[in-house]
């Protein structure tokens, strides 16, 4: 194409900056991370200057339980993910390939509930994780954080599932196969992308968790990574390079999954379907 | 509907067998939202009508309005300050958070940018970080004196004369809030939105090139009116988010100073786990989401509707 | 449509009954074991009990927890096992409120002395001042941190540690103020001050906004929050007297003398006293014990630093009490063995360790035994212990607080006079207290 250079230039100067002011925190971050005995802040001409050192990330690697909490929370999140995208997609596929009756109805209550702030539902749903004998157990987490994470991953699959042409369906069930099958053979597979997106979502939400993981979990050797960092946050004083070598162990994780399902990101989601309107 | 017009006990008959056949899937779900998030917003409206015990086994009296009316009764109107700062936060936040999604999303969709993939992925990086980590870090990018990295940049380009302490002022502070919100969430709708360009037909374009549109009138003709669909959704989204404002501001102000920059959600958390007000912070929420609700009523109704993706 | 709402609505209710009505009935009877405990227990023949205690130290004070404290405590009580959970502080308070309300919480709990009652009222806490041997506890440690865990003339905690603050100088900038010794009176402060100003330098500590900051002044410029038994404000927060205390530290800021961490600025107080620009803060001990035991700290706080009374006002040197008490709470399954930790820990020996970690102990025995060679800062904190004050004991002391200290700080941000902001306080705390 034949656009004229000085159009190309201002385009990448934009993306250019624009990439800059959503990464420059972080490289400030890391550079932050470098300073040992930060219980003051380092001042900008100071951070600039810094030497890049590891200190600080092998002092937290072996500091409150870092470790352990980090596998622990590989594992919480992992079947929390799995678990969501399972129950959501299960969920939205119902919603939006049956007609029953109160559907919309049920729906739009869904929908009320995720406008209702929700800080302080965490004492009832703590009292019925314990009357079913499962405080201190990842279990409970788990039913927490599925059925919380329900409606707004249904809301987000179910008009995904919608636009999936009913005809495809036919091949199913011209060989006999039923509700299930379809579910399988051609939802799931036709929306890998906006699962993908939804795995993204659901991971680094559970992924950051404490409030209710601390809650949930008595016992210190079941925490979580989230707890961990936390407990870098003194009540006295605040070690911001602990803190930040911290959070960027625990970013590489989410960082990593992003990447993987990045590809599937929903780019290709919006088929013709999606424009109708 | 042809259902009306079928015998009453018939029609029973098909909704029942509808049931019976969705049940297998949605089963799991509606139990679970029933049992983890619906239950609890019944107490909570349940709580909103009585003196809060926090003892297992002893009861809660009922006080019928007390704890609405309370609400309206304090001499710090700290409801009222917490509703206008979350309606500010909407009126400020969706708007710039949507105008910038579209923008950066239709630049790296040029079609002579390379590596969209990689820009998608640093616009994006936000959003996938913990919101107590980025809490954190603005307020340390926000620190106050010359020390602070947005004071020492904005000193030496000579746009202060002297640094601004971010959070002890209304004004700085709600902006310092508003910078943290929309930079930790615009990457969403860039990455929606640049999904939502990628499926426009290319058929559509080309036909706008043959009635010779220029750039400018591609942009308004063709890309405008498709992205209308997926904008609502955005929209939802983006005014859900503005009102839900609480890590935004429970991390970085606490709702100071002097409760100024209270929003809802995060005046809720603190009645009940500071103040032990249960039932305020119950009627509170229950007053929130019904006001949320109507608000975003009419577009909910079309989202039932709709096919977004 | 409608309709099809109604008949959702009614399924819906349904689930949720049945999941209420399960919850009931297996909620009822309070002793009954919860899974965990029992395989816990049936682990060992009988008698070995565990008790689960909260704290929320730090990690130089965990570290002699574990070491020094835990093993001592279950060689001499063999039958009973110390489980010990570090909590982190940020929402601290909704951890507590979780788990009574889902009758989990553990058996014993550190908790700041300023819940103590709060809680207390909620009916969350065991009475301890029936128990057994309660007498000989309270007769053995200090009486004004013992003061923090009464609640309608009962006790509900005995005080772990206590502490203070005190008037922390920079050496330098001390000097340079024209003074060799801390200043002895507020008027001596405020000069020193002034003779800093015009480096750009501030000289007067009041550390933050809260009453916790602003207390020590208030109170010794001749300032007072309530009456003797804590049941009047009115006629005391908003005597002349105080308000006249709160017009003082109103000039001092506005003269440019008060640290900027006042109002939430930086640097923050430990950080401007390091670098010169602050001559004084105000603060506990526990940033000596982190200061010296973190290895990459260059500052050595004992040498730079120079610590002292709180300067006298009008009111004298009053400072404020801090600490801890320790708790058990009204549905610990093992109340016994917990009240059997709590004597053992308010004990001298205990209590002597913990000095170690910088506590400052409530054991009277135990603080006269300190070795000031080998804790050469806990001194201060000590004899300024005698002229420090609780805040108000009292169950709504959290919500005075929060007016409390609103009104300071509209009073020192300038948005009302001191007198209006104290009579708006009273106005409204005593709509709290008498509720």
């Keep these: ?277 | 509907m042809t259902q009306a017009t079928l015998p009453r006990k018939s029609r029973f008959r098909t909704g029942l067998t509808q049931w019976l056949n969705a049940l297998p899937f949605v089963a799991v779900g509606l139990v679970g939202v029933l049992v983890f998030v619906v239950y609890p917003m019944i107490q909570n409206v349940k709580v909103s009508f009585q003196e809060f015990n926090i003892l297992p086994g002893q009861n809660s009296p009922w006080v019928g309005w007390d704890n609405y009316r309370s609400v309206f009764d304090d001499p710090n109107d700290k409801f009222m300050i917490a509703l206008k700062n979350t309606f500010l936060n909407v009126a400020v936040t969706v708007p710039i958070n949507w105008f910038l999604a579209v923008f950066f999303a239709v630049v790296i969709n040029t079609r002579f940018v390379k590596m969209k993939v990689a820009f998608r992925t640093l616009y994006y990086l936000p959003i996938v970080t913990s919101w107590i980590v980025v809490a954190l870090l603005f307020k340390y990018l926000f620190a106050d004196g010359s020390g602070g990295f947005v004071n020492y940049v904005l000193l030496n380009v000579g746009i202060l004369s002297e640094p601004i302490a971010w959070k002890s002022h209304y004004w700085s502070a709600m902006i310092m809030i508003w910078l943290f919100h929309i930079w930790k969430t615009v990457g969403w709708g860039i990455v929606i939105y640049l999904a939502a360009l990628q499926g426009i037909p290319r058929d559509l374009y080309e036909a706008a090139d043959m009635d010779g549109a220029s750039a400018t009138g591609k942009f308004f003709r063709v890309t405008l009116p498709m992205l209308r669909p997926i904008t609502v959704f955005v929209l939802i989204n983006l005014v859900n988010g503005a009102f839900g404002f609480f890590p935004q501001v429970y991390f970085i102000t606490a709702g100071g100073p002097m409760n100024q920059t209270q929003v809802i959600p995060s005046l809720i958390y603190m009645e009940a786990f500071k103040h032990f007000h249960f039932g305020e912070a119950a009627a509170m929420g229950v007053m929130m989401g019904l006001l949320v609700f109507a608000v975003t009523y009419y577009q909910m109704t079309k989202i039932g509707k709709q096919r977004l993706f | 449509m409608k309709k099809s709402l109604s008949v959702v609505l009614a399924f819906a209710l349904t689930f949720v009954l049945a999941a209420c009505g399960g919850g009931n009935n297996e909620g009822a009877p309070s002793g009954s074991a919860s899974p965990s405990k029992a395989s816990e227990s049936s682990a060992k023949p009988a008698e070995k009990v565990t008790i689960e205690y909260w704290h929320t130290y730090s990690d130089s004070e965990e570290k002699v927890l574990l070491e020094k404290i835990k093993p001592k405590f279950e060689t001499e009580h063999p039958n009973i096992e110390l489980k010990l959970t570090r909590m982190p502080y940020e929402g601290l308070k909704d951890q507590v409120i979780a788990a009574v309300a889902g009758d989990a919480a553990p058996d014993l709990m550190r908790m700041d002395i300023i819940w103590v009652p709060e809680l207390a009222s909620k009916g969350a806490l065991k009475k301890l001042s029936d128990l057994p041997g309660f007498d000989d506890v309270k007769s053995a440690v200090f009486d004004s941190p013992m003061q923090t865990n009464i609640f309608k003339g009962e006790y509900y905690g005995v005080p772990l540690n206590t502490n203070t603050k005190v008037a922390i100088y920079n050496a330098d900038t001390l000097k340079e103020a024209g003074l060799d010794q801390a200043p002895a009176t507020m008027d001596e402060l405020v000069q020193a001050a002034r003779n800093l100003k015009s480096q750009g330098k501030q000289g007067i500590g009041v550390s933050s906004i809260g009453a916790w900051g602003v207390l020590p002044y208030f109170w010794s410029l001749g300032g007072k929050v309530t009456n003797d038994d804590y049941t009047q404000v009115d006629g005391y927060l908003n005597s002349p007297a105080s308000i006249e205390a709160l017009e003082t530290i109103v000039s001092w800021n506005n003269e440019g003398l008060v640290i900027p961490a006042l109002l939430g600025g930086e640097p923050g107080s430990w950080d401007g006293l390091k670098s010169g620009q602050y001559m004084m803060i105000d603060d506990g001990p526990w940033f000596f014990s982190i200061l010296l035991g973190d290895a990459e700290n260059t500052f050595n706080p004992l040498d730079k630093t120079v610590r002292a009374q709180l300067p006298a006002g009008p009111g004298g040197s009053i400072s404020v009490v801090g600490g801890e008490n320790l708790v058990s709470f009204a549905n610990s399954k093992h109340p016994e063995e917990a009240w059997t930790f709590m004597k053992w820990m308010l004990g001298k020996e205990p209590q002597q360790i913990m000095v170690e970690a910088g506590m400052v102990p409530t054991n009277r025995e135990a603080a006269q035994a300190i070795d000031p060679g080998q804790n050469p800062y806990i001194g201060t904190f000590i004899e300024q212990l005698n002229t420090a004050l609780p805040r108000t004991p009292i169950p709504q002391w959290g919500e005075m607080e929060t007016i409390f200290n609103l009104s300071l700080e509209k009073a020192i941000r300038g948005d009302q006079t001191a007198a209006d902001a104290l009579n708006e306080a009273v106005k409204q705390i005593n709509a709290i207290l008498a509720k």
């Design chain 1, 1 to 277: 194409m034949r656009t004229p250079w000085m159009t190309k230039l201002a385009v990448y100067a934009i993306l250019v900056a624009g990439a800059l002011l959503f990464v420059f925190p972080f490289i400030y971050m890391i550079l932050t991370s470098f300073f040992t005995a930060t219980f003051s802040l380092p001042r900008p001409e100071e951070v600039f200057s810094v030497t890049p050192n590891f200190i600080n990330y092998q002092v937290v690697w072996g500091k409150n339980h870092f470790a352990q909490y980090f596998g622990n929370s590989m594992l919480l999140t992992s079947v929390a993910m799995l678990g969501a995208l399972l129950v959501s997609s299960l969920t939205a596929y119902g919603f939006a390939r049956f007609s029953f009756p109160g559907k919309e109805g049920v729906f739009r209550l869904f929908l009320l509930t995720m406008m209702i702030p929700s800080v302080i539902n965490i004492i009832p749903q703590f009292i019925i994780i314990k009357n079913m004998g499962l405080v201190n157990t990842y279990a409970g987490l788990w039913l927490v954080y599925i059925a919380t994470g329900v409606v707004g991953n249904m809301f987000f699959l179910r008009g995904f599932f919608e636009s999936i042409p009913r005809e495809l369906e036919e091949s199913v069930l011209i060989d006999g196969g039923g509700n299930w099958r379809i579910y399988w053979n051609i939802y799931l597979p036709l929306s890998l992308p906006a699962m993908g997106t939804l795995a993204i979502f659901v991971f680094q939400a559970t992924w950051e968790e404490y409030f209710l993981a601390l809650t949930i979990i008595k016992s210190e050797a079941l925490r979580t990574l989230p707890i961990a960092i936390l407990m870098f946050n003194d009540k006295y004083a605040t070690n911001y390079g602990q803190i930040f070598a911290a959070s960027i162990i625990a970013l590489l994780p989410v960082i990593l999954i992003y990447i993987a399902f990045q590809k599937k990101f929903v780019q290709s989601g919006f088929n013709e379907g999606a424009v109708k309107g």
